[in-house]
């Protein structure tokens, strides 16, 4: 299980967590190494696989790995500045690793897109080094596993080991096993993250992180509601949230009742059109999924009466709490999973934190997210054109849409129900095993051959 739940909500930017920020952390992690090693390094190598190579370009991966490469990091890079120095790469030819050692990098020819994978994982990714001979210096293979993670491959090309998890007060390994603990200590889930969480750091540092995530999806937010346009990448489609707010502003003056259903759609269609404009976003716990959280959230918000940056805190430790589970015994990786994986977990965090800030018991935080991915089970990944548009921006608004009825649902129950989370996570697990390839971020099945992309 990953040690915080601060690693599940990273800051990065768009289009995509597993293709976007994690090709970014590699990348940064090679440069740094080759830049303090001996200077017999004359040029770099980049090699993308499986959903890596097949939809990368559409989902910003070979600017990602310049970026990277460059040593920006995807939680401060300034996407302006990024953009300028990627031209120059791409115009020079080269490539200061970590900002320091310039070597030969020519994206066009230097980075290979495969569409075969690795056999460890679909998103696989090898870096090379070569001296002026065109001997190889140094290389690593790494898998982006989803959500920004990155792990580098065992020596014999493996997935390393789960690390083990880190040592807490109230440790859990199932959802059964967090619902005993919180009934054992007399306490809710989000009371009970807070105290695994600062076993480690002091609270005043976790609270702080947690409200900086806060922060990010409400700059998020606003930026998607008040930028007009087009989004790139040849689709031609339009940003909505704009004038999706202009609507329900106009309405609230004439003194129309406000429905948060609407709001709650706004809110998603802001931060995915964001994400797919290749901007600032919150990972929650991917980027293809980064608005159905912030979305509950910021409905939350709004519509409470009383409501704090106190119950962002909780909402969020909640929904950690979940997606921390989803991460270790399934995936939230499209490439593993398929859309089950990302906007399903989104779903299921988004409402158990909503079902513990409106006052759910341990137990029907569980059955929150239990519907919240039971009726996400078996949703493709298919972007139409390799581009995190169509139809995942919509899915995100329609997911926010059923996990405020998955938290509502579970409220109006005492917290008994016939399917437990644990069992749907293995469902997810074994229906993402199941799926074909064509339906897993590779872009070779459902809508994206079956729309024409341009």
Known sequence: MSPSVLDLYSIGIGPSSSHTVGPMRAAVEFAREVADSPGRVEQVR???????????????????????????????????????????????????????????????????????????????????????????????????????????????????????????????DTAAELVAQCKAQRVGVAELMLRNETASRPRADVEAGLRTVWAAMQECVRRGMTTDGTLPGGLEVRRRAPGLLRSLTDRERTGATADRIDWAALFAL???????????????????????????????????????????????LAGGAIGLLVKRHASISGAEMGCQGEVGSACAMAAAGLCEVLG??????????????????????????????????????????????????????????????????????????????????????GLAVNVVAC
Do not use: W
Request: aromatic letters at 4%.
């Open 270 to 316: 802001a931060v995915n059109e964001e994400n797919a404009a290749g901007g600032r976003v919150v990972t929650a716990p991917t980027n293809g999924a980064a608005g159905i959280i912030p979305a509950v959230l910021h409905t939350y918000m709004r519509f409470t009466p009383g409501a704090s940056d106190a119950d962002a805190v909780r909402f969020l």
């Open 46 to 172: 980049v090699e993308l696989f499986g959903s890596l190579g097949a939809t990368g370009p559409g989902h910003g991966t070979p600017n990602a790995v310049v970026l990277g490469l460059l040593g920006h990091d995807p939680a401060r890079v300034d996407t302006d500045v990024g953009r300028r120095a990627i031209d120059r790469v791409r115009s020079e030819r080269r490539v200061a690793l970590a900002g320091t050692a310039d070597v030969a990098f020519d994206p066009a020819t230097d980075m290979v897109l495969h569409r075969h994978a690795l056999a460890a994982h679909p998103n696989g990714m090898r870096f090379a080094a070569v001296d002026g001979a065109g001997r190889l210096v140094r290389t690593r293979v790494f898998y982006s596993v989803g959500g920004g993670f990155v792990v580098e491959a065992a020596e014999d090309g493996s997935l390393p080991p789960e690390p083990e998890p880190a040592p807490a007060p109230h440790p859990f």
């Open 360 to 445: 759910g018991t341990p137990a029907q935080v569980e059955n929150a997210a239990e519907i919240g991915i039971e009726h996400n089970l078996g949703l493709t990944c298919d972007p139409v054109g390799g581009l995190v548009q169509i139809p995942c921006i919509e899915r995100n608004a329609v997911a926010a849409v059923k996990a405020i009825s998955a938290a509502q649902l579970a409220l109006h129950g005492d917290g008994s129900h016939r399917v437990s989370l644990d069992q749907v996570i293995a469902t997810l697990r074994q229906t993402g095993e199941d799926m074909r390839s064509e339906y897993k971020e590779t872009s070779r099945g």
